[in-house]
């Protein structure tokens, strides 16, 4: 797959009190994950070509994909496929990238979610609405020991935008 054709459709960054070692487990460890991401839980092999999983809380495979960039604690690039029938198809994969960096005393998270394709703001409010919930989780898990239960779904608008291209969701 060439990475160069994928182009950023989503950013956010967010400066979190702690260090990379930190920062760089709590996104490849399923351990933590679940805690900051609603009880998901992330699994990939640490290397270059392996699998990307992240498992939903009642064990089902929700997104699979693969590791193109795995350079700990620095950067982490993984394909990001939702598993839901005909997604992948009509929408292409997801790439995402994690670009951790030291930054005075704290660390710089940056995230970038990229698509071959340009996508309506109705299929992309999905990602628009999850990361900023999945990354609070985290920079509160690491700043204070605790993430705070935040509740999500797929926004209304995304859902309708995937039923009039004939994805079905769960």
């Known amino acids: 797959m060439n990475l ?3 182009k950023p459709l989503t950013i956010y960054t967010i400066y979190i009190a702690s260090t990379p070692e930190k920062v760089w487990e709590a996104l490849t460890s399923a351990e933590f ?3 900051y991401f609603s009880g998901f839980a992330v699994e990939m092999e640490p290397k270059l070509g392996g699998s990307f999983i992240v498992h939903a809380p009642d ?3 929700h997104i699979r994909g693969e590791v193109f960039e795995y350079d ?3 950067r982490l690039t993984v394909s990001w496929n939702v598993n839901w029938p005909d997604l992948v198809e009509k929408l ?7 670009e951790i960096e030291q930054a005075g005393e704290a660390v710089r998270l940056t995230l970038s979610q990229r698509h071959d394709r340009e996508l309506s703001d109705d299929i992309l409010s999905g990602g628009r609405t999850g990361w900023p919930a999945i990354l609070s989780g985290l920079k509160s898990l690491l700043e204070t020991g605790k993430a705070p239960q ?6 209304v608008r995304l859902l309708e935008a995937l039923k009039a291209m004939g994805i079905k969701t769960p």
Do not use: A
């Open 92 to 98: 292409g994969t997801t790439i995402v990238t994690y």
């Open 4 to 6: 160069d054709q994928f």
């Open 59 to 61: 064990g089902s495979e």
């Open 72 to 74: 700990p604690p620095r």
């Open 33 to 35: 994950s679940r805690k």
């Open 150 to 155: 935040i509740e999500m779904s797929p926004p």
